[in-house]
């Protein structure tokens, strides 16, 4: 006499009552249920796109690139920094090698100043790998 294993008997019993289940459904239903699964969202119109003025201002044009290599390896970002307010005023540059104008990045760098002093030309650097050939 052959004995099935309990884990055998057990798969063919769920499956045999799920397909029984999904015999007792009419289409109309199963149509129901689809159709109320999905919610209907609408979503407000999205606002006008800012415009900016064609020179920077503040502390974005505070910073000015240097130089900075666009190749596949280790890379360092040359900055020039110059305080425009009044304070002593903290920095934190972030720095993307990016692909064909895109926003795909290739890689990225952190430059900190803290406590810059108005109007003191600060150089600074931050080195980064880049994972391939960047375009800016």
Do not use: H
Request: aromatic share 2%; glycine share 8%.
């Amino acid at each position: 006499m052959t004995t099935f294993p309990r884990t055998a008997i057990t798969l063919a019993a769920c499956a045999a009552l799920s397909l029984g289940m999904a015999g007792c459904s009419s289409d109309e239903e199963k149509a129901a249920d689809s159709a109320s699964a999905v919610p209907q969202v609408s979503a407000p119109p999205l606002p006008k796109e800012p415009t900016f003025a064609k020179t920077s201002a503040g502390a974005v044009g505070d910073v000015k690139l240097v130089s900075c290599g666009l190749e596949k390896g280790e890379q360092t970002a040359k900055l020039g920094l110059t305080n425009s307010a009044k304070a002593k005023r903290d920095y934190s540059i972030m720095v993307i090698w990016l692909k064909n104008d895109s926003g795909t990045p290739r890689g990225s760098a952190l430059a900190k100043q803290l406590d810059a002093v108005p109007g003191k030309k600060i150089e600074l650097s931050a080195k980064a790998k880049v994972v391939e050939k960047s375009d800016r």
